[in-house]
């Protein structure tokens, strides 16, 4: 009896030693954060990060979910998702008041179907997914629209994203409808013209799309603009092309879950985060573009001029945001399968 | 009595283990897969088959074929390429022996997702294996390795060749070879010899080798996505998009009970086999 009380003080202690400390609780993509800003942050606040990762918004959703209260304070969910958490009351409105910082953020990032007002949700990184070719291999000139994937020349050479949402918007766009459609009339044609896009396609990857790119294993296909520019410190020949229909755009966003401990705390460390010194730390460390206007100003000359990850603002009005599509991603589902199964 | 309980322990953790992170979460996924879908709670406890009606749809057992002639071509490659080795191996001088299946298993100690990755490095385009047949005049082009059929069955049987050479080399080293002397001197030729002794002594090794290939090739879909660019949807990619993309639940549950229903027919019949091995026939004798 003595020996398991032992035990129980000494398994206790540290929860006991620290319970004392406040702490935020923060729920994040993996390698999304640069870990001196979380050292900086506990340091000039006294306040202790509790720190989680995840791999996708559907892990996060989902342990969201299950957690009713005493949960994570801050999570970082994408657009679509933020719709969905919005409408689920997951998420909690925001007090601008205690978020000074935010005066920072691209404004042309702000006020977006999926979340007007940014009543719930503070863009924190951002980018697009476009065309890229290898112009080694393709003239950039002669590429300007998606139905230029569909070129026969490009057989077994086409990469596309591993990712429902993104090839049928792509698809979907290719025929002027908007990427976001619930219409499954429209779903059906994207579907059927994806599958004549078939024989083209060599990889499906969503992951690391510059990878095939850089292997010589695709010429053309779809890629996030952050991987243009991480494929360009290896090779110069990825180009981005923003297509005429448009871009796919996303963005992660940083909300305070309804199951939160500590509001206050949430706060503080999203408005530490809006502080242009720390965007531009996370965006050199992460590698995407930054939300944050001032911080992208900070940024050396080559990164903010480099239009794959910084594009202009034609092509910002021209693309589109992802959003959720509630039920409608039951009917994308069962044509992905279709498409898959081929 | 100290070592009874030490027994007790021993065995009542590792139950205690089972039950929670196996048959409670498996108890989770059968319950499941008999509600309803719910777009805001996930599942509504209403008791429905529908779950295991949607997974009787073409798409599904299109994906369950092609997962099981998968699984079944990697058993098949892996057991003609396994068999001849260990039956090699066994005849080799003690100390080579060890060497060889050491080197069997140092790969082990690696993530097979890394050595995956490895094999990518090989195969692509621009790659060693493409870059030296390059240089030495072999080939123009490079060749097509990479996201093929080819890759894919490579990759499986390379992850998965390990467990079809230890139980066939275990079973092969437990060889009577005065039986096959005694069948030499008898008359027989070297096919019989095969065929009726060799083969159905080491039955039980290519049962058990068979089985601890097949199973895993049924559930590994990363290699399929890296090697053979996911442009085929596997069971396993089945059930994580509808987990984690239309969160229907009951679907994904149904076809995770379904997957589990193949794997345990296909144990039983492991379990025949083995028992039909210790029982009858030759098996005694050896």
């Known amino acids: 009896?003595?020996?398991?009380?032992?035990?129980?003080?000494?398994?206790?202690?540290?929860?006991?030693?620290?319970?004392?400390?406040?702490?935020?609780?923060?729920?994040?993509?993996?390698e999304y954060i640069d870990p001196g800003v979380i050292k900086q942050f506990e340091q000039e606040t006294g306040i202790k990060v509790r720190y989680s990762t995840y791999d996708s918004n559907e892990a996060m959703f989902?342990?969201?979910?299950?957690?009713?209260?005493?949960?994570?304070?801050?999570?970082?969910?994408?657009?679509?998702?933020?719709?969905?958490?919005?409408?689920?009351?997951?998420?909690?409105?925001?007090?601008?008041?205690?978020?000074?910082?935010?005066?920072?953020?691209?404004p042309s990032l702000l006020n977006k179907p999926y979340d007007p007002g940014n009543a719930y949700s503070i863009p924190y990184m951002w980018g697009s997914s476009a065309i890229g070719v290898n112009s080694k291999y393709v003239d950039p000139k002669g590429i300007t629209s998606w139905n230029d994937l569909w070129n026969p020349k490009y057989k077994g050479k086409v990469l596309l994203m591993d990712d429902v949402r993104e090839v049928f918007a792509m698809s979907l766009r290719s025929m002027g409808y908007s990427g976001n459609t619930t219409d499954s009339a429209q779903i059906r044609k994207a579907y059927e013209k994806l599958l004549k896009l078939r024989p083209n396609v060599k990889v499906f990857n969503s992951d690391s799309p510059r990878q095939p790119f850089l292997n010589n294993e695709v010429v053309i296909g779809q890629i996030w603009g952050g991987e243009v520019y991480q494929a360009n410190q290896e090779n110069r020949d990825i180009k981005l092309i923003y297509p005429k229909e448009g871009a796919i755009f996303w963005a992660d966003n940083m909300v305070i879950p309804g199951s939160a401990r500590n509001v206050g705390l949430a706060y503080k460390f999203i408005d530490f985060l809006c502080r242009p010194e720390v965007a531009k730390k996370n965006c050199e460390y992460i590698g995407y573009a930054t939300t944050n206007l001032k911080?992208?100003?900070m940024l050396d000359a080559r990164t903010k001029n480099h239009k794959a990850v910084y594009p202009d603002d034609a092509e910002m009005k021209r693309g589109e945001f992802q959003s959720d599509v509630g039920e409608a991603i039951m009917t994308y589902e069962k044509y992905w399968e279709m498409l898959k199964t081929q | 009595m100290?070592?009874?309980?030490?027994?007790?322990?021993?065995?009542?953790?590792?139950?205690?283990?089972?039950?929670?992170?196996?048959?409670?979460p498996y108890i989770f996924v059968v319950l499941f897969s008999f509600l309803e879908r719910d777009p805001v709670t996930t599942v509504a406890w209403r008791f429905t088959l529908a779950g295991y009606g949607e997974i009787l749809s073409p798409v599904f057992l299109k994906v369950c074929w092609y997962s099981l002639l998968l699984a079944l071509g990697t058993t098949v490659?892996?057991?003609?390429v396994a068999y001849p080795f260990a039956f090699f191996l066994v005849r080799l001088p003690e100390a080579y022996r060890r060497i060889l299946l050491l080197l069997m298993i140092i790969p082990f100690w690696?993530?097979?997702?890394?050595?995956?990755?490895?094999?990518?490095?090989?195969?692509?385009?621009?790659?060693?294996?493409?870059?030296?047949?390059?240089?030495?005049?072999?080939?123009?082009?490079?060749?097509?390795?990479?996201?093929?059929?080819?890759?894919?069955?490579?990759?499986?049987?390379?992850?998965?060749?390990?467990?079809?050479?230890?139980?066939?080399?275990?079973?092969?080293?437990?060889?009577?070879?005065?039986?096959?002397?005694?069948?030499?001197?008898?008359?027989?030729?070297?096919?019989?010899?095969?065929?009726?002794?060799?083969?159905?002594?080491?039955?039980?090794?290519?049962?058990?080798?068979?089985?601890?290939?097949?199973?895993?090739?049924?559930?590994?879909?990363?290699?399929?996505?890296?090697?053979?660019?996911?442009?085929?949807?596997?069971?396993?990619?089945?059930?994580?998009?509808?987990?984690?993309?239309?969160?229907?639940w009951p679907v994904g549950s149904a076809a995770s009970v379904f997957l589990t229903l193949i794997m345990c027919l296909f144990l039983y019949v492991y379990f025949l086999s083995s028992r039909k091995a210790h029982t009858g026939g030759m098996g005694d004798m050896a």
Request: net charge positive.
């Open chain 1, 1 to 30: 009896m003595r020996r398991l009380l032992v035990v129980l003080v000494l398994v206790l202690l540290p929860v006991l030693a620290f319970g004392a400390k406040q702490e935020v609780y923060v729920f994040n993509w993996t």
């Open chain 1, 62 to 106: 989902a342990k969201l979910k299950l957690v009713k209260k005493a949960g994570y304070d801050v999570a970082f969910p994408s657009t679509y998702y933020v719709e969905r958490m919005r409408k689920l009351n997951l998420i909690q409105p925001l007090d601008k008041a205690k978020i000074p910082n935010m005066k920072h953020i691209n």
């Open chain 1, 295 to 297: 911080a992208q100003q």
């Open chain 2, 2 to 24: 100290v070592r009874s309980r030490f027994r007790n322990f021993s065995i009542g953790s590792t139950m205690l283990w089972i039950i929670i992170f196996v048959v409670v």
């Open chain 2, 77 to 80: 490659i892996s057991l003609l």
């Open chain 2, 110 to 248: 690696t993530s097979s997702l890394i050595r995956t990755y490895a094999l990518v490095i090989l195969f692509k385009a621009n790659g060693i294996i493409n870059t030296f047949l390059l240089w030495t005049g072999v080939i123009d082009e490079p060749l097509n390795l990479l996201y093929t059929q080819t890759a894919v069955f490579v990759g499986l049987v390379y992850t998965l060749l390990p467990f079809m050479v230890l139980p066939l080399y275990t079973s092969i080293h437990k060889l009577d070879w005065r039986l096959i002397d005694a069948a030499r001197d008898l008359g027989a030729t070297s096919r019989h010899i095969f065929f009726r002794i060799i083969l159905p002594l080491t039955m039980p090794g290519i049962v058990a080798g068979s089985t601890m290939v097949f199973l895993p090739a049924l559930g590994l879909f990363y290699i399929p996505d890296f090697l053979g660019g996911a442009r085929s949807m596997l069971i396993g990619n089945f059930i994580k998009n509808q987990f984690l993309t239309t969160g229907n």
